[in-house]
C-alpha cells in the first residue's frame, strides 16, 4: 500500500513542477480604446454628457416632450416640428425657448433672450462661468465675422459624447447691443465614407 502511495507522490510532484507557469503570471487586461465618435477631451471626462436638455432626452418625439415639459409649453403655430417656452429663466433673465424635432426625435434647442439685456456683457460672463461650472473649458471658442449678416459672432463651444452647446454672442455691424444665444444639439456621427 505504501508503494501505490509513494507512486501517487512522485507523480504529483511531477505533474506539479511541470504545470504551465503563466497561471501564476499576473494576468493583463487588453488595451481599451475609445469609441470613434468621441474627441480626447471627452474620454475619462468628469463633466456631465449632454444627453438632451431639461430632462428631454435627444430622440424624444414631440408629444412626449409636450408631456413632459407641460404647462410651461405652448406648441409653434408655424412649424409641426417645433415646441416654444415662453419665460424660461436663467439667471434671472427670461428666455424664449424653441426646441426641435425631426423623424428621430429631439435634435436642437435654441434659447434666446425675450428683453432687452441691460448688462449684456454680464450675462454672457454669467452664462459662460456657469456652462464652464458644469461642462469645463470649451472645446472651441472662435470669432466670425459674418459679411452677408453684417455681425460680428463669437461662439464657446462645449462637446461631449451625446451633444454640445454652444453660447454665441452676436453683435450686428452699427449696432451697440448685442445679441445671447444659447443652443443644445444632439451630437450626431457621420458615417465613414
Known amino acids: 500500500m505504501s508503494w501505490w502511495l509513494l507512486l501517487l507522490l512522485v507523480f504529483g510532484l511531477i505533474g506539479f513542477s511541470s504545470c504551465d507557469k503563466s497561471a501564476s503570471s499576473p494576468v493583463r ?37 409636450a408631456k413632459l415639459l407641460a404647462p410651461r409649453l405652448k406648441a409653434s403655430p408655424k412649424k409641426a416640428g417645433e415646441l416654444l417656452i415662453e419665460g424660461f429663466t436663467i439667471q434671472r433673465i427670461e428666455y424664449a425657448v424653441t426646441l426641435l424635432f425631426n423623424e428621430s426625435g429631439l435634435y436642437r434647442v435654441v434659447l434666446r433672450p425675450t428683453s432687452a439685456l441691460d448688462i449684456p456683457d454680464f450675462a454672457l460672463k454669467m452664462l459662460k462661468e456657469g456652462l464652464q461650472d458644469k461642462y469645463g473649458v ?19 463651444i462645449w462637446q461631449r459624447p451625446h451633444g454640445t452647446i454652444a453660447l454665441e454672442y452676436s453683435v450686428p455691424t452699427g449696432s451697440k447691443r448685442p445679441i445671447i444665444g444659447l443652443i443644445y444639439a444632439r451630437r450626431t456621427v457621420l458615417p465613414e465614407l
Do not use: C, Y
Open 29 to 65: 487586461e487588453p488595451v481599451k480604446t475609445p469609441p470613434a465618435d468621441l474627441t480626447p477631451s471627452t474620454v475619462n471626462d468628469a463633466t456631465p454628457d449632454i444627453v438632451g436638455w431639461n430632462g428631454v432626452a435627444w430622440g424624444t418625439s414631440r408629444d412626449e416632450a
Open 138 to 156: 470649451p472645446a472651441q471658442h472662435e470669432t466670425d465675422t459674418e459679411i452677408g449678416f453684417q455681425m460680428t459672432v463669437t461662439s464657446w
